[in-house]
């Protein structure tokens, strides 16, 4: 198995590509993070605990890379997105040691939405003028 971290800092490196190309990529990956949580909390029983770790830990290396961006100081990134950014990063760890600690359906709600909402808003066609979307290339199946 591929280290997530290191084909991470790959995707990185080709930042350059076109911001069409990152949207996609990181409505990809949150999509793909959301489906996984929504499957547990479809099919929601203790057993699936190891399925619930896993799917916690796949949207948390996400959100670890959206959280790094936000916080470089190099990044082009608006200021009030970045914020915005390292704000909902902390909501996701948080309610990720929640779910881990103390199981519940209901826990998981909260991250599919985001992972929905901020999927769908990166899968939208771009407006011309409008602010550069959070630049974090990861591809959807370069993370275990």
Do not use: C
Request: hydrophobic share 45%; aromatic share 6%.
């Amino acid at each position: 198995m591929s280290d997530p971290y290191r084909l991470a800092a790959n995707a990185y490196s080709k930042r350059g590509q076109g911001a069409a190309d990152q949207r996609r990529l990181e409505g990809d990956a949150l999509l793909r993070a959301a489906t996984q949580l929504q499957d547990i909390h479809r099919a929601w029983r203790p057993e699936l605990y190891r399925d619930l770790e896993s799917a916690l830990l796949y949207n948390r290396r996400l959100w670890t890379i959206f959280a790094a961006e936000a916080a470089n100081d190099a990044t082009d990134l608006p200021m009030e997105m970045r914020n915005n950014v390292a704000s909902i990063s902390v909501f996701v760890f948080k309610r990720s040691l929640e779910l881990m600690a103390q199981p519940a359906p209901e826990k998981i709600e909260a991250l599919i939405e985001i992972n929905r909402s901020l999927a769908a808003g990166l899968l939208a066609r771009p407006v011309a003028g409008a602010t550069r979307e959070l630049a974090s290339p990861v591809a959807k199946n370069e993370m275990v």
